[in-house]
């Protein structure tokens, strides 16, 4: 009996060894669905939106798909519109957001439109 468990805790040992020296695994609830091909970052981020200023639109990189606003209401689609077919996400203007992992962007966006004002407004006296 104290064999097979030496043997036992012997192979799990090996195992996770082995597991060890294969370098970094990541293990993705979805391997089919990669990341749009504008989102290559060059290093790990824990990022889950990315914002494009130009157009308003959000991606979620968590749940793979789009946000964006229609008539003050925040739409989700993992495909955007056709009147977005003619967007070049790689060469637009994106903003990570490291400080934000809720599901409702509407108040993220609310409260960064709030203080980019305030500091316009600030830039701006601060200049006179």
């Known amino acids: 009996m104290k064999t097979l468990k030496f043997y036992f805790v012997a192979f799990l040992l090996i195992i996770f060894m082995s597991l060890e020296s294969c370098g970094p695994v990541i293990i993705s609830s979805r391997p089919s669905n990669p990341p749009p091909p504008w989102?290559?970052?060059?290093?790990v981020?824990?990022?889950r939106y990315v914002y494009f200023p130009d157009y308003t639109i959000y991606y979620d990189?968590?749940?793979r798909n789009y946000l964006y606003l229609n008539n003050n209401v925040w739409i989700r689609v993992n495909a955007?519109?056709?009147r977005y077919n003619g967007l070049d996400f790689r060469r637009s203007k994106k903003v990570r957001i490291?400080?934000?992992f809720d599901n409702n962007i509407r108040t993220y966006h609310s409260k960064r439109r709030v203080s980019d004002t305030e500091s316009r407004t600030s830039t701006s006296r601060s200049r006179r």
């Open 98 to 100: 490291h400080d934000y």
């Open 39 to 43: 989102f290559y970052p060059n290093r």
């Open 45 to 47: 981020l824990n990022v």
């Open 61 to 63: 990189l968590t749940l």
């Open 80 to 82: 955007l519109p056709s």
